[in-house]
């Protein structure tokens, strides 16, 4: 067996090297004439996505949370100069009814190579301790997060098997583990084994699904603001209180914000990965787009003991 290991490598090395060159290789997608519908574009990496595809020349569907506020009339009046191929239309992900008129919409206006992506982009954010938040957030958070995203695959699985397109699915290395934002981390972990079993399921009808995992773009981005200890403390139960005092909210909270202020300000790189995933003959099934440190962390998360990672984290907790 060890005898074999370096005959394996040898082959899968070779393996990368032939993939390499093939996509080097092969034909670039042409984007006009196909469509593709993006959730969660009233701001952040969709709203940039979208601005980014109807440039590149697709058809682009921008799902918005709230049609007439300030984000969706900023797309439309960033793409005003086009020609006219970006459609804002109301999409709450967590409402059937919003998205089956997505869906009629999408098919009343099909340019003429069809339907080809489908971005499942929308998502919300929040901080807190496991026993801090009530059933209802974590309920919203897994309608939004992940049924959100289930409700709009599964709406658009037919167009997408029909015309061979792709699915890309926003997560985030938070999958891997959680600092003060276990809700969210929950969310993403669960979207990442959903889109695993969808991208074996799709391959026999020539879909791709592709997951992007951001690392820290919080200054990028609306998903997650600054949070407030003295609003977290209010809305404690009495439980909960009787065992955390307001110094530990705050330091806490104060722990959580310095994440934040860390974030990147670049969420273009985020949006090239989305863009490959899309465009690519041979996209990735996972873009990690993240710092050095924050791979580091995913890769002792991935390949060392539980008890290894909890110490890691435990550690950073405690700064």
Known sequence: MCAAAPLLLLLLLLLLLLLLLWRRGAV??????????ITGCDSGFGHLLALRLHRLGFTVFAGCLCPGGEGARRLQQEAAAGTGRLRVLRLDVTRDRDVLAAKELVLSHLPERGFWGLVNNAGISTFGETGWLSMEKYEKFADVNLLG??????????????????????????????????I?????????????ALRLEMKKFGVQV????????ARSTKIQPPVSAEEIWN???????AVYNKEYVQERANFFNSILSEGSTNGNEVVDAMVDALMSPAPKARYMVAKLKEKAL???CALFPTVVMDSVLSYALSK
């Open 28 to 37: 670039p997608l042409e984007p006009a004439g196909r469509a593709v519908l």
């Open 149 to 182: 995203s289930i409700r709009t695959t599964l709406a658009f699985l037919p167009l997408l098997r029909k015309y061979k397109g792709r699915i890309v699915f926003m997560s985030s290395i938070i999958a891997y583990f959680s600092l003060g934002n276990g």
């Open 184 to 196: 969210y981390s929950m969310t993403k972990a669960a979207i990442e084994k959903f889109c695993d």
């Open 210 to 217: 592709c997951i992007i995992q951001p690392g820290n773009y």
């Open 235 to 241: 809305e404690l139960s009495e439980e909960e209180k």
């Open 298 to 300: 995913v890769f002792v």
